[in-house]
T-cell receptor, first 113, second 116 residues
Framework: AQSVSQHNHHVILSEAASLELGCNYS??????LFWYVQYPGQHLQLLLK??????LVKGIKGFEAEFIKSKFSFNLRKPSVQWSDTAEYFC???????????FGAGTILRVKS | DTGVSQDPRHKITKRGQNVTFRCDPI?????LYWYRQTLGQGPEFLTY????????KSRLLSDRFSAERPKGSFSTLEIQRTEQGDSAMYLC??????????????FGQGTRLTVV
């Protein structure tokens, strides 16, 4: 069965620190990869997505992610976090176009001001 | 607000009762998805529609669950004879037809169900 693993459930950082959230998936075929963010009290929003091309994907709010096929990974990074980045972050995978998203368990990020 | 709309936002029901949730997708989005999210977990896929056709159902969707999208616009998710284990956030998402690239799924704010 296809699964998505996020390495950390809770991360606490100070403002201006660098962020890297790990994501690994188990499926060996062609995948599409996503990072979603859920700010407190809000709905899930797309941060960035990868389906082909340059494995380094840039998203909104200064986030980026790198797809490393050999490692089945799609880690999320941001060089300098802000207090407003406090949220829960979900990695997700689909196979092919428009199929169901398979989500990881999420990582709760708290940024201390 | 022209995003995905879900109603109600919160529902408390007694065990054994039936509940129905509604989702209004973004206009012209032909795909509509239902997910369920429990505490400490990511959303889990339940079912999806392309227009009015229900194309896939998860094994998580027991016989007590039924979803409809009668005119290819809004959708309803009904849970019959609710159990405490049904307590969760029920999320709806919609996506546009693929014209270019991979379409994004837009999520609603969810309906939080508590079965007491």
């Amino acid at each position: 069965a296809q699964s998505v693993s996020q390495h950390n459930h809770h991360v606490i950082l100070s403002e201006a620190a660098s962020l890297e959230l790990g994501c690994n998936y188990s499926y060996g075929g062609t995948v599409n990869l996503f990072w979603y963010v859920q700010y407190p009290g809000q709905h899930l929003q797309l941060l960035l997505k990868y389906f082909s091309g340059d494995p380094l994907v840039k998203g909104i709010k200064g986030f980026e992610a790198e797809f490393i096929k050999s490692k089945f990974s799609f880690n999320l990074r941001k060089p300098s976090v802000q207090w407003s980045d406090t949220a829960e972050y979900f990695c997700a995978v689909t196979r092919g176009y428009g199929n169901k998203l398979v989500f990881g368990a999420g990582t709760i990020l708290r940024v201390k001001s | 607000d022209t995003g995905v709309s879900q109603d109600p936002r919160h529902k408390i029901t007694k065990r054994g009762q039936n509940v129905t949730f509604r989702c209004d997708p973004i206009s012209e989005h032909n795909r509509l998805y239902w997910y369920r999210q429990t505490l400490g977990q990511g959303p889990e896929f339940l079912t999806y529609f392309q227009n009015e056709a229900q194309l896939e159902k998860s094994r998580l969707l027991s016989d007590r669950f039924s979803a409809e999208r009668p005119k290819g616009s809004f959708s309803t998710l009904e849970i019959q004879r609710t159990e405490q284990g049904d307590s969760a956030m029920y999320l709806c998402a919609s996506s546009a037809p693929a014209r270019q690239g991979l379409p994004e799924a837009f999520f609603g704010q969810g309906t939080r169900l508590t079965v007491v």
